[in-house]
């Protein structure tokens, strides 16, 4: 299993800088992503096609959209299709972020709803989960994560293809805050992940990918990497410059 690194650019970057970063990063890698990763890039909508052009040929590089309505089309203004993301060359896409739960409103049930119609439409899902501070402080890890994959996950069908689900365990408290969650505290949840992912999908749990996410960066990046069901990272902050994220690709 090719461990996923994904580099989340959130409403970061005109089309023409998400050009270069990608252009840099390709340059930066020697034209394609190591063996043993897979490399995904996440722009926003607007710079998905310039960033298209960048990595087309490069072996190893998938395009992902930060977000989508799940509906084939209709009268949505300001939201976009998962079939659009499809032709704009997209592979992947996110759903159940903290900052759209947090600050956009998103339910459970509604990210539930994108992973199920985003994986019918062709896209591989990537649903991600985490507690805020609060929560941790107040003994709940287990039971948010539980709840946020259970209705995450609701719609998916037994026989999903594994390859095509991934899920990112992402701690609110280590999001864009330089906290990251130590060893021990990633081994935890991520083990606690797989073992909701085997309840519900058996066997092929262990063929699904599990990411970290959090205040990843060069410096802590191989460590995360090297922890048991630590099957990728998605970076915010640290993804925004080619240098850097080449580096945590290559940790
Ligand atoms: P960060 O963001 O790396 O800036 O903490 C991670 C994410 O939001 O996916």
């Known amino acids: 299993m090719k461990k996923l690194m994904a580099a989340n650019w959130k409403m970061y970057k005109l089309h023409s800088e998400a050009k270069d970063t990608a252009e840099a990063l390709v340059k930066a890698l020697k034209g394609a992503a190591p063996e043993d990763r897979e490399v995904l890039i996440i722009p926003p909508f607007t710079a998905l096609r310039s960033v298209r052009k960048a990595i087309k040929k490069v072996p190893g590089f998938a395009l992902g959209g930060q977000n989508f309505f799940p509906s084939m089309q209709g009268a949505y203004t300001g939201e976009i299709a998962p079939d659009m993301l499809v032709d704009m060359g997209c592979s992947y896409a996110l759903a159940g972020h903290s ?47 539980r709840r946020q994959m259970l209705e995450g996950l609701a719609g998916v069908p037994a026989d999903v293809v594994p390859e095509r689900l991934t899920v990112a365990y992402e701690p609110v408290w280590a999001i864009g ?25 058996g066997q092929k749990a262990f063929e699904m990918r599990i990411q970290y996410g959090g205040s990843v960066k060069p410096e802590n990046a191989s460590e995360i990497l090297s922890l048991d069901n630590v099957d990728g990272v998605l970076v915010g902050g640290s993804s925004l410059s080619a240098d850097s994220f080449s580096k945590i690709v290559t940790a």
């Open 99 to 145: 900052e759209r739960r947090h600050i956009m409103g998103e339910s459970d049930e509604f990210v539930g709803k994108k992973v199920a119609f985003g994986l019918e439409r062709g896209l591989s899902m990537i649903l991600c989960v985490g507690e805020t501070i609060d929560e941790r402080k107040e003994g709940k890890l287990a039971e948010v994560v």
């Open 177 to 201: 805050t330089g906290l990251t969650a130590g060893p021990r505290e990633v081994l935890d949840a991520h083990a606690l992940v797989r073992s909701i992912l085997q309840e519900k999908f």
